[in-house]
């Protein structure tokens, strides 16, 4: 469980004893001293309860001091700011006390770090010399049984299903041989063959246990009552508390807690929003806390997981401040309320605070904007991250997309896996793949431009893994995914092929059974679908109606077969339900009929809803994707106005041109939701007019070109005409098309050097980094520089070596000699070198001319340089030699840091390098379609 903060106010009850035998004492003692408190000891009565005891010594009997107990999920107490604590002021009738107190309203399955404490005369806390730490998840056996035997850790609503989980504790009773959960509509403390209880079995024996529960949500049914409950071998059954799982997202009320509405959200600004709640019942005892709850990192924020902001009162209405909040962010919020019952919650609630820069990381200025959006179809080895650049920033895109890591809580691009997406503004969806099982992954998205590299907030999921069974190694890598379309006959299940592993796969699809809880392809039954990698919907036909099914995915290549984790459904019973877009019996179904006229950025779809038994439809329409080849309400949804049956058609608009996408039509009925087949189609290609102009590297117009091109592909230096004699300045020269533009090329003029000269001058000057990265889109460093230099000189030292106090002992102090002897650098007027520094663009301008020698007078004409700037000399020559640039927008900008990559190109151009890979290729921040690829493999080896 992750936790930003921990701000749990739990209920306490203290107890302190004074078991030393009875001793007289002075009303006022004289300053009394404290000698110390005993490392505390703990015993756990339940999941969420635990008693924690010490014995405190101080120097003489009579005094009043102020004890406790300090608790933190988040480390030692002692150093933690955001601690819980048991606190009470207690008179001392001996030297040395023995002190008790009981924490109530602990979470399950969580690590507590204890300390004991008493408070000096300066009200400060002496800790005990050292910590304890404990579990609640674990219970030490040290009381008898825990109470009830088993804990409901958690229900919760999922679509049509209840997800729900226990833990099942050993007991006095004997051995478990059943466990699993109860739920009714009605009924507040479920059990087995009372009312309208209803009973799910799992599996037996002591521990952990989940299950997806598949329930109808009648127009009358706005929440269930869940329980966990263990039969013992002696007859016996223990039941878990009670948790209610509202429809309307409030989910997880205990019974008894409060009834409370996330009302309004308003007022919402860079860093702050007003959450206006509603509390219409205190529950079955009075409210000790009301407010919000709210997270950017989990969408069910609690107050066990997430940041809260309490407020006064009991019912009725309130409005929460929520202040210090990340800019440009997605937040989710629900109003809650406790008693001593319980903590209700109200439905989650979405808003975005306004931009102020960028949210998460913003980048250099000019650096894109881009925020971090919902994480969505986590499976096993794979989920989908939806991003949005809501602006370029000061240059054009160069890559976009999401970077992610299982070890590092900041992902960037130089430390982390990247997964990229094509397009420049407006959101997308970045698949994220061969990720690994049952692990928490740390994930944010980022834009890159020429000014740097921003990235939107973290977010946090985590990766299933319970059940599935990779196969012997080279076997293929698959996932089950969402199991829909449950009806009495038949059922949907996805399943998602992320990796053929080392062979081509010969079979892949579900394999399911009624009989065991572990289908494989030699004792269960077997539904196969066409293709290899990717994801596709199978559909199960005809099963048993009111029959509990077991399925997961397969894939098999010639080293054998791999399974998916396995999920559970039950079919219903004359309750509807199809398979497929096939009409069963009086069942309800949805028909994806066809698509038409699909334009560059608009289709046209048509489908049919039908509800055989009388229910009326609560919604129908179409659901498309990019990349789920069995799209659902997760991708994105176009609703139809109108609630009926029949046929109705929508024109859907918005999709990007030249694009492959997957669309089916659903129907809801109720809470339950069916399916059309799928229709794959392909948007139409969009052309663009592109006026280029071609200019000298010192910024003269020789021509203009004007050709049009579909949007979304990349032009080369091939496809330009170039004015005659004049040869392109950069081979490597690519653009990527994007509507109607006006761009600028460089070339060189006729007397230029070819730059194919590939002599011995052609050794890397350049190295990696840590880790064998290259870091591209870093800042060069003074340091780097300075080597860049030394290795490309002879060597030879002229002038007067000069050495600075920065720099003794560092590895480079030979280059950053040489080149302050030979005045390439210099140092500051401090007396120091400061390697670690930065340069701008116009420092490495007069670096250059120093090195190569530019000089005599020139002229340019930049928009953002005057003549009168301090560097216009320098930049001048510079450009006039062809080592630097400006941009397509005719400007300069000075004050820009130069990146690693920026660095490389300006090195390369100026010694008229041949591109040739000098270098290793196997940067893995440095792909084959970065923009400084062939310069960075020319000017670089690979440090392992």
């Known amino acids: 469980m992750f936790f930003k903060k921990f701000k749990l106010a739990a209920a306490l009850a203290f107890a302190l004893a004074a078991i030393q035998a009875s001793a007289a004492f002075a009303s006022s003692p004289a300053a009394p001293v404290i000698n110390g408190v005993d490392t505390p000891a703990y015993v756990l009565h339940s999941e969420n309860q635990a008693t924690f005891t010490t014995v405190a010594h101080v120097s003489e009997a009579g005094g009043t001091y102020t004890v406790g107990f300090a608790y933190s999920p988040n480390g030692d107490p002692e150093t933690t700011a955001l601690h819980d604590i048991l606190e009470q002021s207690v008179v001392f009738s001996a030297k040395d006390m023995n002190l008790s107190a009981t924490a109530y309203n602990l979470v399950p399955e969580l690590t507590y770090y204890l300390r004991a404490y008493v408070k000096d005369a300066n009200g400060q806390p002496v800790y005990s010399s050292s910590y304890v730490q404990f579990s609640t998840k674990l219970y030490n056996g040290g009381g008898g049984s825990p109470t009830g035997d088993v804990v409901t850790e958690k229900a919760n609503y999922n679509n049509t299903y209840i997800d729900a989980a226990g833990y099942a504790y050993s007991s006095a009773n004997g051995d478990i041989t059943e466990k699993g959960f109860v739920y009714s509509p009605s009924t507040s403390s479920p059990r087995i063959g009372e009312g309208d209880t209803r009973t799910y079995s799992v599996s037996s024996g002591v521990g952990p246990f989940s299950a997806s529960i598949s329930v109808n949500w009648y127009d009358y049914d706005f929440y269930y009552y869940v329980a966990a409950y263990a039969r013992y071998s002696n007859g016996q059954t223990a039941y878990g508390s009670s948790i209610r799982v509202s429809r309307d997202g409030g989910g997880e009320s205990p019974s008894g807690s409060p009834a409370v509405f996330t009302e309004s959200i308003t007022n919402v600004g860079d860093s702050d929003a007003n959450v206006d709640i509603y509390v219409s019942s205190d529950g079955s005892s009075q409210i000790t806390r009301r407010g919000v709850v709210y997270s950017a990192y989990t969408s069910t924020p609690t107050v066990d997981n997430s940041e809260f902001v309490s407020i006064s009162g009991t019912t009725g209405s309130g409005t929460a401040y929520l202040s210090g909040l990340s800019a440009n962010t997605r937040y989710y919020a629900r109003a809650f309320a406790t008693n001593s019952y319980g903590t209700g919650y109200g439905a989650v609630e979405t808003f975005t605070t306004s931009s102020g820069g960028g949210g998460g990381l913003p980048g250099p200025s000019g650096s894109p904007s881009v925020s971090t959006e919902e994480i969505t179809r986590v499976t096993e080895y794979s989920a989908d991250v939806s991003i949005y650049v809501s602006s370029e920033g000061g240059a054009q895109i160069i890559r976009r997309g999401v970077v992610y890591s299982a070890s590092v809580n900041s992902p960037t691009i130089s430390d982390s896996g990247i997964a990229t997406v094509s397009g420049y503004t407006g959101q997308v969806l970045v698949p994220l793949d061969g990720l690994a099982s049952n692990t928490r992954y740390y994930a944010r998205a980022f834009a890159t431009n020429s000014y740097g590299t921003s990235y939107g907030a973290v977010k946090t999921f985590t990766t299933s893994g319970g059940g599935s069974a990779p196969g012997p190694a080279g076997s293929p890598t698959v996932s089950t995914e969402d199991v829909a379309n449950v009806g009495d006959y038949g059922a949907e299940v996805g399943i998602y092929v992320s990796s053929a592993g080392s062979g081509q796969i010969t079979d892949r699809g579900v394999v399911f059974s009624s009989a065991t809880n572990s289908p494989s392809i030699t004792n269960s039954g077997r539904v196969t679908v066409p293709g290899t990698t990717g994801r596709a919907a199978v559909t199960l036909s005809g099963l048993t109606a009111q029959t509990k099914y077991y399925a997961r995915a397969f894939a098999t290549n010639s080293y054998g077969t791999s399974y998916g984790a396995v999920k559970e459904f039950v079919t219903s019973q004359n309750a509807g339900g199809a398979s497929g877009g096939v009409s069963t019996g009086d069942s309800a179904y949805s028909e994806t009929r066809e698509v038409r006229n699909a334009s560059v950025t608009s289709v046209a779809a048509y489908g049919y809803a039908d509800t055989r038994a009388g229910r009326p439809v609560a919604e129908r329409g179409f659901v498309y994707s990019r990349f789920n080849q069995a799209p659902t309400l997760s991708d994105t949804k176009a609703a139809d106005s109108q609630k009926s049956t029949g046929n109705y058609s929508m024109t859907l608009t918005g999709l990007l041109p030249d694009t492959v996408y997957y669309l089916r039509a659903f129907t809801k009925i109720g809470a339950e939701i069916f399916y059309g087949r799928t229709i794959e189609f392909v948007t139409g290609i969009e052309l663009a007019t592109l006026n280029i102009i071609y200019q000298t590297t010192a910024g003269i117009n020789v021509g203009v070109q004007s050709l049009s091109a579909a949007n979304g592909t990349t032009l080369t230096a091939g496809g330009l005409s170039l004015p005659a004699g004049y040869t392109i300045a ?25 730059g194919s000269d590939t002599g011995s001058s052609e050794l890397p ?51 950053l000699e040489y080149v302050t002897s030979e005045n390439y650098m210099t140092g500051y007027p401090d007396g120091l070198f400061k390697p670690d520094g930065l340069l701008t663009r116009t420092e490495i301008a007069v670096v250059m001319c120093n090195f190569y020698g530019l000089t005599g007078s020139a002229s340019c004409d930049f928009a953002d340089l005057g003549t009168g700037f301090w560097g216009y000399p320098y930049i001048a020559l510079a450009v006039q030699a062809g080592s630097v640039s400006g941009y397509p927008d005719n400007t300069f900008r000075p004050e820009n840091m130069v990146t ?45």
């Open 730 to 754: 950069d081979s490597a020269w690519q653009h990527k098309v994007f509507g109607n533009e006006t761009i600028a090329v460089y070339v060189r003029e006729p007397s230029a050097p070819s």
């Open 765 to 815: 000057f350049m190295a990696g980094t840590s880790g064998g990265l290259f870091q591209p889109d870093s800042p060069i460093t003074r340091r780097d520089t300075a080597l860049i230099l030394y290795n490309l000189s002879d060597k030879t030292t002229t002038g007067t070596p000069r050495s600075f106090p920065d720099i003794e002992g560092d590895s480079a102090r030979a280059a």
């Open 900 to 944: 690693r990559a920026e660095a490389a190109t300006l090195f390369v151009k100026m010694e008229r390098r041949s591109l040739q890979p000098i270098g290793s290729a196997d940067f893995p921040d440095v792909p084959a379609t970065h923009w400084a690829y062939k310069y960075i493999m020319n000017a670089a080896m690979a440090v392992k």
